[in-house]
């Protein structure tokens, strides 16, 4: 199973940009980034996913790394509804196993 | 709408008490997941479904069972060999083959399991 790497915990201030970054060194090249947030007391929802080249959708943006060992989400202005846990997962291509990490909470700053 | 309902909310169970936790999806999804996640910590993997009448074990399956009769439903038993069982449960389902490799999971809302 790919490893990921983020930091425990992560502040900023409102209506700032936020960059989340993930270390995945041991991806294989088929297999995509997906990240997840989960607000307190709710399940995980989706956010963002890619491979190779980097994404845009109405929630975040994605850059992912030339050498895919690491990408990094970008919140480009961070309200107080943004503070969760963010979860950057590879997800395989052989097999639906999926495994999430610690994450990394985020706190915002009014 | 389509999404995954998770009953109950809140639950007790007993010692040396079973219990089951429901979850149905109504996205036609292939792939069904169940999750462990312990105060300030993230998810864990229980089982998981790939297809109808089939399922492998997780991270930490040791003390729960699963079945998967039928597609849309996917149920975790806890076992009373789950000796530490508080917890918040989260079911989640995925588009299987052949489109599955880029395809989001889905979430309920939760169960929380607590001892009496």
């Known amino acids: 199973d790919a490893k990921t790497t983020q930091p425990n915990s992560m502040e900023s201030n409102e209506e700032e940009p936020v960059h989340l970054p993930c270390n995945h060194s041991?991806?294989?090249?088929?297999?995509?980034i997906h990240w997840y947030r989960q607000l307190p007391s709710q399940g995980p929802e989706y956010v963002i996913h890619g491979l190779t080249s980097n994404v845009n959708n109405r929630m975040a943006s994605l850059a992912i790394a030339e050498d895919r060992k690491s990408s990094t989400l970008i919140l480009h202005r961070a309200t107080l509804r943004d503070a969760a846990v963010y979860y950057c997962i590879p997800i395989m291509n052989r097999d639906d196993k999926i495994i999430f990490g610690k994450g990394t909470r985020l706190h915002i700053l009014p | 709408d389509g999404g995954i309902t998770q009953s109950p909310k809140y639950l007790f169970r007993k010692e040396g008490q079973n219990v089951t936790l429901s979850c149905e999806q109504n996205?036609?999804?292939?792939?069904m997941y169940w999750y462990r996640q312990d105060p300030g910590q993230g998810l864990r993997l229980i089982y998981y479904?790939?297809?109808?009448?089939?399922?492998q074990k997780g991270d930490i399956a040791e003390g729960y069972s699963v079945s998967r009769e039928k597609k849309e439903s996917f149920p975790l038993t806890v076992t009373s060999a789950q000796k530490n069982p508080t917890a918040f449960y989260l079911c989640?389902?995925?588009?299987?083959?052949?489109?599955?490799?880029?395809?989001?999971?889905?979430f309920g809302d939760g169960t929380r399991l607590s001892i009496l």
């Open positions: 041991t991806i294989s090249g088929t297999d995509y």
């Open positions: 996205l036609n999804h292939d792939a």
């Open positions: 989640a389902s995925r588009q299987g083959w052949p489109r599955r490799f880029n395809q989001p999971q889905h």
């Open positions: 479904s790939q297809i109808v009448n089939d399922f």
